[in-house]
């Protein structure tokens, strides 16, 4: 018994630094603080929800969100527009999303295209979809 909770322990401290440096990661490609606003679970401290305004969010940055295991809710603005206008990004890296464990929700706005909606589509773990 005694060995259960430095177990857990590690295991919660294993998840909150994966969370932390996935945070870190994505404040890197947001323009603003104010950009990114994160709401953790007020008992245990993981991350459920994230709202992005982001036009310089890429493929690449869109698997960061499976950093955050008990993430229920993403929302991404303003995806692939930069400061010229539309950067080109497809956004076909959100079918990595589709495996997510807890992930049920999720608001996709900006430069939305073919390559995006078939990629959106293939999210069928999420129960509410907007576009």
Do not use: C, W
């Not at 322990?9 to 994160?38: C, D, M, W, Y």
């Not at 999303?97 to 999210?123: M, N, Q, T, V």
């Amino acid at each position: 018994m005694k060995l259960v909770i430095p177990i857990l322990a590690l295991v919660s401290t294993h998840l909150f630094a994966g969370e932390t440096e996935a945070i870190a990661k994505l404040k890197q490609s947001v323009s603003k603080p104010v950009n990114l606003r994160i709401t953790k679970d007020k008992h245990d401290g993981t991350v459920r929800e994230i709202r992005v305004n982001a036009p310089g969010l890429g493929n690449s940055d869109i698997a960061l969100f499976l950093e955050f295991p008990k993430l229920e809710q993403l929302t991404i603005s303003h995806a692939g527009y930069g400061p010229e206008g539309r950067t080109g990004v497809d956004f076909s890296g959100v079918a990595v999303l589709k495996d997510h464990p807890s992930l049920r929700s999720f608001s996709a706005g900006g430069a939305i295209g073919k390559e995006y909606l078939a990629a959106l589509s293939e999210l069928t773990n999420v129960v509410d979809l907007y576009v």
